[in-house]
């Protein structure tokens, strides 16, 4: 145990200097490359990488705010006093780039503190606190040069900076690459959602006859579907506010109906609320009436359409909205889930109308003009079904991904704090691996995981009527391949329903007999299914690990409501895809599917048509379900090499 650091005010550490140099290019000032506080906030490093914008400057401002490599930028206003002198250092590639407002530098005095120290003491708790309570205002908080330069630093001797500094840029490192992959994760989440969502309410991914809608959006849909405007299916609303400036609208006991506002839209833009039932403000019915505002019925569709643009939600209750809302109130040819989630896959066309616009706003000329996909009524309840269960998936795996980005950035930060204190020595040896160990699942015996999954993957069926050993295999199979859970470890052979592993689908059964789960026995092949036992329900999927049981269950989810037939091509079209890659072979549609037909096993070319296949493979591209020639190759039961050799 070390003890504490000497603690120095900042100002008796750097310079510090708060810039006052604004976005407005002034022709009469000097051409300069500006670092804007979004730069620094979602950043650790201001370097050549970033998209710097174009700015002016005065030859004094460029000599007081012109950055040099050892700077070190922080933020010196925000929303909140807790989220406020975020740092990034500069890197010599950036010199000469201009602080802009909003953002103060830190010149580090180097005979007494190295840049890289003082940038990790910035991030440790202490500092962020002691500059929290040092920030000022109501509504949006900032900080004076006076505030900034009076915050205490931790201040060891010269040499031990450097040297903790070293550590903490070495194995700190590690933990950033994860915490940014995890981003990459949620980021590729959301767009897989928006374009899932697209696929399933325009009937894109359905078999049959397909027609253009005439809806660029939209593309083809089933025929037999039609995509009317929206205001011939369902009745447009907007909402309003009451005069402010009339007492007697707003008195607090009258004020009794609920009042849908951006106050309120973090419901569904943070947390994801498909219906609303309660609201930050009410009005009263004199209010109402002497405005715009309607009282809407439970069951309408609503829309943000000013600042966080785009997001809908379902009415749980009757109530008002305001003027930055437009409503639908649903007639008999459509189902509000349905509309719901067709406008929640409209984000491209709500984005696309905001291109060019001053304000973050749709307007009503265009929301007028919207068109849908339509399907009969029946076909509409499908759909809504499954897309509940998709956004469930989705928001599953999200909320994993989140979580393990809370759980590493929160150790980092213990990391961080206990180094630059000196309150533990071991501090940067020892936290950081518990740090990044902790984010990944404790080894579990290989059957047991294998057992897991296989509990996991019919648990998640349970309610489909028709659901075997031949789906279960493939789902197996593609656990392991796609989503990379090497313990099922598959010996998969090139059998007629596909890649299939006997051997270890015997053994998976055993298992889950005997751990009390699903009882297998009792039939042959595909007249297989699964009887729930005691446990049924109850598995564990911690062996698992929490970010790949996301990815088991999105990928469960994605073939959840697809037949048999389906589930087989979609896994001989992937292990085929995958065995090329596996092979550096060049990869196109026609060989792929001509690899299922002629090279696979004797009895494909009876069972599918290449139209069929040619379907689910766009289908498997549209949803991600895309191999990268990984996992085990599949094991030729026929005379493959004659036709590889074409192939080739």
């Not at 309570?133 to 205490?152: H, N």
């Not at 915490?179 to 359905?206: H, M, N, P």
């Not at 715009?292 to 439970?298: F, I, M, S």
């Not at 055993?510 to 598995?539: F, I, K, W």
Request: aromatic share 6%.
């Amino acid at each position: 145990m070390t003890a504490a650091h000497n603690r120095v005010r900042l100002k008796h550490l750097a310079q510090v200097r708060s810039s006052n140099v604004d976005k407005v290019i002034d022709d009469d000032q000097t051409p300069v490359r500006l670092c804007n506080y979004v730069d620094v906030y979602y950043r650790d490093r201001i370097d050549e990488t970033i998209d710097f914008a174009a700015g002016s400057a005065t030859s004094k401002e460029i000599e007081r705010f012109g950055l040099r490599a050892g700077d070190i930028v922080i933020t010196k206003d925000s929303e909140t006093p807790s989220d406020i002198a975020v740092p990034a250092i500069v890197d010599a590639s950036a010199e000469g780039v201009v602080c802009a407002y909003h953002l103060a530098i830190l010149r580090p005095d180097r005979a007494i503190v190295d840049p890289r120290f003082l940038f990790w003491a910035l991030r440790s708790a202490p500092v962020r606190q002691a500059f929290g309570v040092r920030a000022q205002g109501v509504t949006r908080f900032g900080l004076t040069i006076g505030g900034i330069g009076s915050v205490e630093i931790p201040c060891p001797p010269l040499k031990r900076q450097q040297e903790l500094a070293r550590q903490l840029d070495r194995r700190l490192a590690l933990t950033e690459r994860l915490i940014d992959a995890k981003r990459a994760q949620a980021q590729l989440l959301l767009e897989r959602e928006e374009s899932t969502f697209a696929d399933v309410v325009s009937g894109r991914d359905r078999p049959g006859e397909k027609a253009h809608s005439g809806v660029e959006w939209i593309g083809e849909m089933p025929a037999h579907w039609t995509a009317p405007k929206m205001v011939h299916v369902a009745r447009q609303e907007t909402g309003h506010t009451p005069s402010r400036k009339v007492d007697e609208y707003w008195l607090p006991e009258a004020c009794v109906i609920p009042w849908f506002s951006l106050a309120d839209v973090w419901q569904i833009r943070q947390a994801g609320n498909i219906e609303v039932t309660e609201t930050a403000e009410r009005i009263s019915e004199l209010g109402m009436a002497n405005s715009a505002a309607r009282l809407l019925p439970a069951g309408t569709v609503i829309l943000s359409r000013t600042a966080s643009v785009g997001f809908p939600a379902i009415l749980g209750v009757p109530m008002a909205v305001t003027q930055d809302f437009v409503g639908w109130i649903c007639g008999p040819r459509v189902l509000p889930r349905y509309l719901y989630y067709v406008l929640r896959s409209m984000k491209p066309v709500f984005r696309s109308l905001m291109i060019g616009s001053t304000h973050q706003t749709i307007y009503m000329p265009d929301i007028r003009s919207f068109r849908m996909p339509l399907p009969p009524i029946d076909e509409q309840a499908e759909i809504a079904d499954r897309l509940d269960r998709i956004t469930g998936a989705f928001r599953g795996a999200a909320a994993e991904i989140q979580r393990s980005i809370t759980l590493l950035a929160e150790r980092r930060d213990a990391v961080i704090t206990a180094a630059v204190t000196g309150d533990r020595g071991d501090a940067v040896t020892v936290a950081h691996e518990t740090a990044v160990t902790s984010a990944v699942p404790a080894t579990a015996p290989r059957a047991s995981v294998r057992t897991m999954v296989a509990a996991e993957i019919i648990y998640r069926h349970r309610t489909v009527l028709r659901f075997g050993r031949v789906k279960l295999q493939k789902l197996l199979y593609l656990s392991e391949v796609h989503v990379g859970i090497h313990e099922v470890a598959g010996s998969y052979r090139r059998e007629a329903a596909g890649p299939f592993d006997g051997t270890m689908l015997d053994r998976v059964e055993a298992g889950l007999r005997e751990s009390a789960l699903y009882d297998g026995s009792g039939g042959d092949g595909a007249a297989v299914s699964y009887r729930p036992l005691a446990l049924a329900g109850r598995h564990d999927t911690d062996s698992i690990g929490a970010d790949r049981l996301a990815a088991l269950r999105g990928l469960v989810d994605l073939v959840r409501d697809l037949d048999t037939r389906a589930a087989e091509m979609i896994a001989t079209l992937y292990a085929v895809w995958n065995d090329d890659l596996i092979d550096g072979r060049q990869v196109s549609d026609d060989a792929v599917i001509e690899g299922v037909l002629d090279d696979w096993h004797a009895e494909k070319r009876a069972k599918f048509t290449a139209a069929d296949l040619h379907h689910w493979l766009a289908w498997m591209k549209r949803v991600g379900l895309t191999p990268r020639g990984t996992g085990p190759r599949t094991i030729p039961t026929m005379e493959a090499d004659l036709f590889a050799e074409r192939r080739e």
